[in-house]
């Protein structure tokens, strides 16, 4: 990791020239490094400079300076990262300020394409007048961009039906670490080969490398045997190969296009930097909604709810902790979105229904309702209709703020909170994290989102104030990296890995068994060093 506080000579030099050529702006104030120093995680590191270039060929040149002076590029847009992927010591490259243009759609075809700055919520309001929708849905949907949706692979609390922002991503185009040009996107076997038999160049090599590395049934058996199951929708720990390996390129019984988008959403800008994305939409969602907030005495009781509403094919199934729920009665105007809670649930699941008819989606709820009770789960079921429905998705949407302001000085942390499992393994999963939780480190621990998908947010409560505090900081992580691998589940679901959770993605394999994350992919980035940090 590059810890270059100052520029050298030649370096400052190549940045002041830079500085003067480009249509944007590079600075190395003090302070607005300060400002570009921390991001959503525990990490702060002052980086070289902060970019904000106009445009593409800004981008190109500030590669080009990188590469000559091997200084990190950290590619940011905003409201993504929780993992420390947007923190180092190399040159913070901020894309949200000019590139941040809706640039062409296909109203026929369902495409859209967008530079890496556009908000989420503000792409959707424009579609909406063509009646479609970008699916994938982070909680800060009003000010997540497409860059770093595209750089964790976010999803969000319906990708039940929508999944990820990689089943979304159709190609990218952009810059690898020499500076060239390039377009990923889906090849038939015969332009695979294509690319493979290329110009000596890095794309080139790419291709060329990526046949090498996943032809080998060797290769191939070692990643179906140490990746996380197949069966879990949210995976997003190292680097796709797995479903890169999936392609009628290099799978002759396979059907699907190779496509290297599928390994550059979710490489955190380690790979690529990408200019302009081109995205699958889809049509906006049944009109007809309601909500059921089923409220349980307990997280398991939940969970174990929740695989009997996933037959009814939910929106969404976002659980809420006791923790949360009483964050809320502090809070003014949360406390007035509580209307719906009896008592004083453990955990509450709120099941989104949606369909053409209001009758399909009350007969749908009040059925399951029925079965929750003949299972003996749960004591109170509120069905919640119209404007009533976005009153539980803001209390849903304020509980980590709110946890982050609970008195005293132990506060849910961002340390294993994105782990992801196989839905049905959920359950048993958490019941032996909050084991380790508390008959090992003696602490509580917040449980909330998306039980229907296999991952909860799962933010232990502890003191980074104190040494022991900090020394646990490490010990959560190392015990939650071998449950998940227990479980052969995803260290990250959404947030990614970042410094957090980078170097416990070979926890439990032998180092020599496969080439690890960084190995793999060296020659896209040219060097074998990561772009980003």
Known sequence: ?????LPDEPLRRDMERLSATMDGSLESGSLLRKLYATDASEYQEMPLAVAFPRHEQDVQKLIQL??????????RTAGTSLAGQVVGSGIVVDLGRHMNRITSLDPTLHRVRVQPGVIRNELNRFLQH???LFGPETSTANRAMIGGMVGNNSCGSNSIIYGSTREHLISARGFLSDGSEVTFGPLSPAEFASKCAGPDSLETRIYQHCRRLLS?????????????????????????????MDSSALDPASGKPFNFCQLVA???????FGVEFELNCCPLPPSESALLCAHFVSVDEALRATQLALPLKPFAVELIDRHILNATKRNLEQSQNRFFIEGDPGAILAID???????LVLDALSGLVETLKAAGLGYHFPILTGPDQE??????RAGQGLMSNIPGDAKPREVVEDTAVDVRDLPSYIAEFDSIMVEKHKIECVYYAHAGTGELHTRPLFNLKTAAGVKMFRSVAEDIAKLVRKFNGSLSGEHGDGRLRGEFILVGQ???SFPSRYECMAPISGDGKRISS
């Open 353 to 359: 229904i949606r369909r053409d008819r209001e009758v």
């Open 130 to 132: 063509h009646g479609l």
């Open 510 to 512: 032998p180092s020599t």
């Open 266 to 272: 979710g490489s955190e800008g380690t790979l690529f």
């Open 1 to 5: 990791m590059l810890r270059r506080e």
């Open 216 to 244: 080998p049934e060797r290769n191939r058996s070692l990643i179906r045997t140490h990746y996380p199951k197949a069966t879990i929708p949210r995976r997003n720990t190292g680097y796709a190969l797995d479903m890169l």
């Open 66 to 75: 990188a590469a000559r002076h091997r200084v990190g590029l950290i590619p």
């Open 391 to 396: 009153c539980v998705w803001a209390l849903r």
